[in-house]
């Protein structure tokens, strides 16, 4: 209970700081819709269902790009910290990947993946893979070296090692990836939106802009990826109490 | 640490940066547009004009505006910025920069969302988008388009509403064809990839991208089906209200070099040379693109002026394709009278 009104009054605080923004500020509706034409606007679009049919289209890719994006992260961050050489080779690729804007390159990468829900999913998983595999190479190589030895001297396999040791050890680190991932595939679906699509978030957010000039349509965009966002890493969340418990 | 100092700290965190975001920039900036007496005694007046897209070879008529006197000749100097086209729309309308460079199909739809712009003179008598293909494979029959994979930004801005007017002149909707959108404006990449059958793109740009390229094109204009203004020069109704004389002394300046480049396309590539260092790089390419540009613009005897008669046309195309609702009268858009005959 005190969580929720903790929260509650967090929202309240920043609707009423946004509106007083607004007020004192004097913008006007197409620079900075106050809170309440955004939710009108917003209500207007959940009935046409405007909103959904973007939003579930960007959920979508949000999903499938966490999921291949963290899938490969975690592979590639298991090997690189299990073994030097893997790690000399391909960190400098995997760092440089990461200093490239991703922003230029994704109208490249729809173009070589043929412009559909791939394209997508391969521009939000890259944007997500770096975090998470940094992570899990850091988590694995701080599992206890003795206990490794341990294992090791009972007979284990180097999988039994990762899978009982390494990887249980790893997963507080790992789980700080998975949150930043989550967090940063909201941002890759619609940078790949951006690159190529007619519709999602990221296109309703284009329209909005640049062809209706409904700047609390925008907003409406915006807030629904901020709740999307705010979901994904709650559920990631409560993923790490669940399996760190156990 | 205590929750409730917690809280507190948040909110107050909030606060700051809520002030320092959004009040203490508007509190402290002067509005652009605020009543000044008109410059004398060779004093010259600061405005700033945006424009969309970058520096370019098609913005000649600014930059010999700039470089050969045409504004300080009218009082002005003049800061060109670019911004992205529907900040353009919305800065102006604000008041943050008094002139910019826009569509008037923009125009058009900002005004019915109420933002306060007026298109007050024309840069482009035609309608510079087109769609475009491969030679011998461009319909010259809109009703034919039905079927074909085409490529656009997206569905917003001029490429968008001169598609939805050649469908619309062929009795199809974007349904009735296969839309891929290039959004960072590449679909001269999607066309050369042979991802896309058309594209929509601008008679002064994209053709001869293609052309370089080795691809040989055909057109098929809107103006041929459907009439629409073009790009023109937009200000703010509060400037245009308290200072006319200003508007007009920037919109015949800006014409009177425009002009000057149609007479003489060599004085505005010289202009341009100046303004756009990676000219250097391509000079060729350049050239034809400012030679294409000024055959959009409206040939000799070009003043500026506002056509009634197409912005009528226009006007009555936007609102059967939906894109305006009629609710806001041409008279509100465009102010005619800022270049009217002497």
Same mark, same amino acid.
């Given at each position: ?246 | ?5 917690? +809280?507190?700290?948040?909110?107050? !965190?909030?606060?700051?940066? %809520?002030?320092?975001?959004? @009040?203490?920039?508007?509190? *402290? =900036? &002067? ?59 919305? +800065?102006?309308?604000?008041?943050? !920069?008094?002139?910019?460079? %826009?569509?008037?199909?923009? @125009?058009?739809?900002?005004? *019915? =969302? &109420? ?65 891929? !959108? ?161």
């Amino acid at each position: 209970v005190r969580t929720l009104l903790t929260g509650l009054l967090s929202l309240a605080a920043f609707l009423g700081l946004w509106k007083l923004a607004t007020v004192v500020g004097g913008y006007p509706v197409y620079i900075l819709p106050p809170p309440e034409a955004v939710a009108e606007r917003g209500a207007r679009a959940l009935a046409s269902g405007v909103l959904w049919d973007h939003a579930s289209v960007t959920l979508g890719e949000i999903v499938l790009g966490f999921a291949a994006g963290a899938v490969a992260a975690l592979a590639a961050g298991i090997a690189l910290g299990k073994s030097v050489l893997i790690e000399r080779v391909l960190s400098p690729y995997i760092v440089a990947a990461q200093a490239v804007p991703i922003l230029a390159l994704a109208p490249l990468l729809d173009i070589w993946f043929g412009g559909g829900l791939l394209a997508r999913v391969v521009i939000c998983g890259l944007i997500v893979f770096f975090p998470i595999a940094i992570a899990t190479m850091v988590g694995i190589r701080a599992a206890d070296p003795q206990l490794a030895e341990m294992l090791r001297s009972l007979g284990a396999s180097p999988g039994q090692i990762t899978a009982l040791l390494e990887v249980p050890s790893a997963l507080p680190v790992i789980f700080g990836g998975l949150r930043v991932g989550v967090t940063l595939a909201v941002i890759g679906a619609v940078v790949a939106e951006w690159a190529g699509a007619s519709v999602g978030l990221g296109v309703l957010i284009n329209i909005a802009n640049q062809a209706l000039f409904d700047t609390p349509l925008m907003f409406v965009a915006l807030v629904t990826l901020a709740v999307i966002g705010l979901a994904f890493y709650g559920l990631v969340v409560l993923a790490e109490r669940r399996l760190i418990r156990q | 640490m205590n929750p409730r100092r917690a +809280l507190l700290g948040v909110a107050a !965190a909030l606060a700051v940066l %809520a002030l320092v975001v959004f @009040v203490l920039p508007r509190l *402290t =900036s &002067e509005p652009a547009a605020s009543p000044r007496a008109t410059p004398s005694n060779g004093e010259l007046r600061d405005v700033t004009l945006l424009l969309g897209f970058r520096p370019d070879v098609q913005f000649a008529p600014f930059y010999v505006a700039q470089q050969e006197g045409f504004y300080a000749d009218a009082g002005l100097e003049v800061t060109i910025e670019h911004r992205q086209a529907p900040d353009v729309l919305v +800065l102006v309308a604000d008041g943050d !920069a008094e002139f910019g460079v %826009a569509d008037a199909t923009d @125009v058009m739809i900002a005004r *019915t =969302s &109420e933002i306060p712009v007026r298109y007050v003179s024309t840069l482009f008598g035609s309608f510079p988008v087109a769609l475009i293909g491969p030679a011998g494979e461009v319909p010259t029959d809109p009703a034919a388009l039905a079927g074909l994979r085409i490529g656009t930004p997206g569905r917003f801005g001029s490429s968008w509403h001169a598609l939805l007017a050649l469908l619309d002149a062929g009795g199809l909707t974007p349904e009735d064809v296969e839309i891929r !959108a290039y959004p960072q404006f590449n679909q001269v990449d999607g066309l050369s990839n042979g991802d896309v059958d058309l594209i929509t793109g601008f008679r002064n740009n994209e053709p001869l991208r293609l052309e370089a390229r080795g691809i040989d094109v055909d057109l098929l204009t809107v103006d041929e089906v459907a009439p629409l203004p073009g790009p023109g020069v937009i200000t703010g109704d509060e400037l245009l209200a308290s200072e006319p004389e200003l508007v007009r002394a920037f919109a015949d300046a800006t014409a009177r070099a425009q002009a000057a480049v149609i007479d003489d396309p060599d004085l505005g590539f010289a202009a341009a040379q100046v303004a756009v260092p990676t000219i250097a790089e391509d000079p060729e390419t350049a050239r034809a693109v400012l030679e294409a540009t000024v055959a959009l613009w409206g040939g000799e005897g070009f003043s500026g002026r506002i056509d009634l008669d197409l912005w009528e046309r226009g006007y009555a195309t936007m609102q059967e394709l939906g894109l305006i609702d009629g609710s806001v009268p041409i008279g509100e858009m465009i102010a005619p009278e800022v270049l009217a005959p002497e």
